[in-house]
């Protein structure tokens, strides 16, 4: 098979963003037959370089730990069949042989009297704020069209939004240019020391504290725990996780359910905060300060702790606190409308590729930090990934036909039964996953 050698532009713009050596950037190969290519923007090149910058942040902290320094990681090669297949990994599951559900009825575009609106009702405490907010007669997809149809988007977005619910208007220009990686703090103060790794587990032993939902963080995670990482994911009980989704992404790692209100629920997440090396948040900014869990707040009680934040439209501005999905992003950021078909209808991108991409620059970030051995908070968006995407990322051109998901789809047993899914590019967990919120709160590292 042939490996494709030389500088990739994309590679290595997301490999600096993220605080590596320039001259590191073109050690990352790839080979195999490509997807994604479908579009005018360069969905395949983000995804090969978010995945490619990810390995090569594997291969330092291997080289790292083994006594040596960045310059000695070994030259990463990367699969672009099994990225493509990875970036599209919910569409591959099957759970006890049935399809995923991805969008629910009320989620989608609809005509406004001056545009269009994209909706999210996936969750249902969002699909009851979406009828609250339209006064609709019945949670149908006729009642919705109805209702969107008389007003104006922005009209839509905002009374949807004011009931706690998800609607963006289409955007018909780009969004504001919005960093990829950004550097939240830093403490100065060295992490646990990190011994040798086992082959192809850099980050053995490290222990990561998940406090994300829905794709982008999961992603982040699920990979990490791949590459060795003992991960404990945190929900509230209150809000529930869709069983598909956690299907999905829960490869890699542990589910508990703590209520961080609650005294003695709190008692055990503070505990196994005290013993975490990494922090991977991804609720939009605010939201984790009231618990004293915000990166700042953080770093000071555990300043050689590696904090990792992800969330939908950055952290600055006035949308920096809405909550947002890689659906609602690719709407308001004019992406939707970028792939509207001959009849106006606004359309998608052949991934969900903010997520994934975020989800791997994320995991990349984790990595070089540790790899540094130093605490530190990261900041990264899926608007931050779009910038990229619609500003920056190099087209390379068509690359070797002959693409197929089928070597990448495995099948195992989990804690919703038997699942197909699609492999990492990274190589395959060693087990599915468990049933969401149903682990023990500890740490299975010593």
């Known amino acids: 098979m042939t490996i494709t050698s030389g500088w990739d532009g994309a590679t290595a713009q997301a490999w600096v963003a993220l605080g590596g050596a320039p001259e590191l950037a073109g050690r990352v190969r790839y080979r195999g037959a490509p997807g994604l290519g479908q579009g005018s923007l360069p969905v395949r090149e983000l995804a090969r370089a978010t995945v490619g910058a990810c390995a090569l942040a594997a291969a330092e902290l291997a080289a790292v730990r083994a006594g040596g320094g960045a310059a000695d990681a070994a030259p990463p090669v990367v699969d672009e069949g099994a990225v493509a297949t990875a970036f599209v990994s919910e569409r591959h599951l099957r759970v006890r042989g049935r399809e995923p559900v991805s969008f629910a009825p009320l989620s989608g575009f609809w005509r406004a009297a001056d545009g ?58 780009y969004g504001d240019p919005r960093p990829l990686v950004e550097a939240a703090g830093e403490s100065g103060a060295p992490g646990r020391t990190l011994g040798p790794a086992p082959a192809g587990l850099p980050a053995a032993g490290v222990r990561v504290l998940d406090l994300t939902r829905v794709i982008a963080g999961p992603v982040a995670t699920r990979t990490l725990g791949l590459l060795g990482a003992d991960v404990l994911r945190i929900d509230s009980p209150g809000l529930p996780e869709a069983a598909d989704a956690y299907a999905d992404t829960g490869f890699g790692k542990r589910s508990v359910l703590l209520d961080l209100a609650a005294t003695a629920d709190r008692a055990v997440f503070e505990g196994l905060l005290a013993e975490a090396d990494v922090v991977v948040t991804g609720y939009r900014p605010g939201a984790l300060e009231r618990y004293g869990l915000g990166a700042a707040q953080l770093l000071e009680r555990r300043p050689g702790l590696v904090v990792a934040q992800l969330c939908a439209w950055g952290w600055d501005g006035p949308w920096a606190a809405r909550r947002g999905f890689d659906s609602l992003v690719q709407a308001g950021y004019g992406i939707a409308a970028r792939y509207a078909g001959p009849d106006g209808v606004p359309g998608v991108l052949p991934a969900q590729a903010l997520d994934h991409g975020t989800g791997y620059l994320v995991a990349a970030g984790v990595l070089r930090a540790l790899a540094e051995g130093r605490g530190r908070a990261l900041r990264f968006s899926l608007a931050g990934t779009a910038s990229w995407l619609v500003r920056d990322v190099p087209a390379a051109g068509p690359g070797a036909p002959g693409y197929s998901a089928r070597p990448w789809l495995r099948e195992t047993d989990s804690g919703y039964g038997p699942l197909r899914y699609a492999a990492s590019p990274f190589g395959d967990w060693a087990a599915g996953p468990s049933r969401w919120g149903t682990d023990r709160a500890v740490w299975l590292t010593p």
């Open 116 to 173: 269009w609106v994209r909706t999210h009702a996936n969750y249902p405490h969002h699909e009851a704020a979406l009828v609250r907010a339209l006064r609709l007669p019945s949670a149908t997809p006729e009642a919705v069209r109805a209702a969107v149809a008389g007003l104006a988007a922005a009209e839509v977005q905002e009374r949807v939004y004011g009931e706690g619910g998800l609607a963006v208007a289409v955007a018909r220009e």
